[in-house]
């Protein structure tokens, strides 16, 4: 068990605190660091899980990325990809809907990709989740080639 940021070995108890508190591998300085920009932007669990899971896939993206209007909650800037996770969509209202598609519509004009990723995919199906955004980051490189 090492930190996923700067691979120190971690005790057992900052492994479980970490797990515990974010569900992801980090030491006790990183999981602090962590759980500021959790509290600043309200960041669901599941972004670092997806965060992380990238970064060992390979994928360099941002949490928390200020768009200018919003903080997202993960961004590949090197396609425009942006990535919001869903908590509440069961709780969907009409208003969120078409609030989200207005923003999807803002982030089409502006170049950029948004997609909505249900929290509990994440939670069971990461790495597919993963192989998926991976998929799609081809495919935009592709279009942006073809450009
Ligand atoms: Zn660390």
């Not at 599941?46 to 903080?71: C, F, H, P, R, T």
């Not at 803002?106 to 990461?126: A, C, D, E, M, Q």
Request: with cysteine; charged share 25%; net charge negative.
């Amino acid at each position: 068990m090492t930190c996923l940021e700067c691979n120190k070995e971690l005790s057992y108890l900052d492994h479980r605190n970490a797990m515990d508190s974010l569900g992801v591998e980090l030491c006790s300085k990183h999981q602090g660091r962590m759980e500021r920009l959790v509290e600043k932007n309200d960041t669901p669990m599941e972004a670092i899980q997806l965060y992380y899971g990238l970064k060992e896939a390979g994928v360099n993206a941002m949490l928390e990325w200020w768009d200018g209007k919003k903080s997202v909650d993960i961004a590949i800037s090197r396609v425009k990809l942006n990535i919001e996770i869903d908590t509440e969509y069961h709780m969907l209202t009409h208003e969120q809907a078409i609030s989200d598609l207005e923003e999807a519509m803002h982030s089409f004009k502006n170049g950029f990709t948004t997609i909505r990723i249900p929290h509990i995919l994440i939670r069971h199906y990461l790495k597919e989740t993963v192989n998926n955004i991976i998929g799609i980051m081809e495919g935009l490189r592709a279009n942006i080639k073809a450009i």
